[in-house]
């Protein structure tokens, strides 16, 4: 489903601090963003994140969990949304920290209006990368599930580089019979190309066969 010109608008803002949250949603607002706000993390994660293209603006130190806390949660729930922090109280191992699990910006309170808007900007743009990503990987899966065990194998074997008579050989089939299955695997990832398989099979973290020497 193609996102809304809203839902690709949308950004949270988790902060404990009332005039701080108030002060960036304002900004936000006007514009244009699709703003909500929540005053702590544990806040943020009872409401439920929608299905949606979105970026956070998250202060790093709350009561409860922390900024850095909530980003290593979400990344463990497999929820890679883009995040801007913003902290009063940021010191460069946090930021490091913060920039290697995937933040966009890391923004020390008080900050210029343009600078977070560039950074959330910044933010919505990974957010459609990364739904794009997502949905890209979703669709190879998919196809991936149409195959057939051997099917499979014999896939694992051809993205690893190896010839119709070296896969023959490695799964005990007759060559003939690998010729079929690799037409199947082709037809059925929907790839013209090895060059092409190799590269969904990787996107969706799908290993070679590793040859018998």
């Known amino acids: 489903m193609t996102p809304t010109v809203e839902e690709e608008r949308s950004v949270y803002v988790v902060d404990d601090d009332d005039s701080v949250r108030s002060g960036i949603a304002k900004l936000l607002l ?17 409401k439920g994140i929608d299905d949606q293209i979105a970026c956070i603006v998250l202060d790093l130190q709350m009561p409860g969990l922390s900024g850095l806390e909530l980003q290593e949660h979400l990344i463990q729930d497999g929820r890679e949304l883009p995040i801007v922090f913003v902290t009063g109280h940021g010191e460069v191992p946090d930021s490091v920290r913060a920039m290697k699990q995937g933040a966009v910006d890391f ?3 008080p900050f210029l209006p343009t600078a977070l808007l560039d950074a959330v900007s910044q933010a919505i743009a990974k957010g459609k990368e990364l739904t794009a990503d997502r949905t890209a990987s979703d669709r190879v899966q998919e196809r991936v599930e149409r195959l057939t065990p051997r099917e499979y194998e014999v896939m694992r074997h051809v993205v690893a580089g190896l ?3 070296q896969i023959a050989a490695a799964l005990d089939i ?21 060059a092409d398989l190799v590269r969904d099979t990787e996107r969706v973290g799908i290993k070679p066969a590793t040859p018998v020497l």
């Open 107 to 109: 923004l020390s309170k």
């Open 163 to 165: 010839l119709n008579k």
């Open 174 to 194: 007759s060559e003939k019979t690998i010729k079929i299955h690799r037409a199947r695997v082709m037809s059925k990832m929907e790839v013209t190309s090895v």
């Open 30 to 46: 006007s514009e244009g963003y699709n703003v909500r706000t929540f005053d702590s993390a544990e806040a943020f994660l009872d």
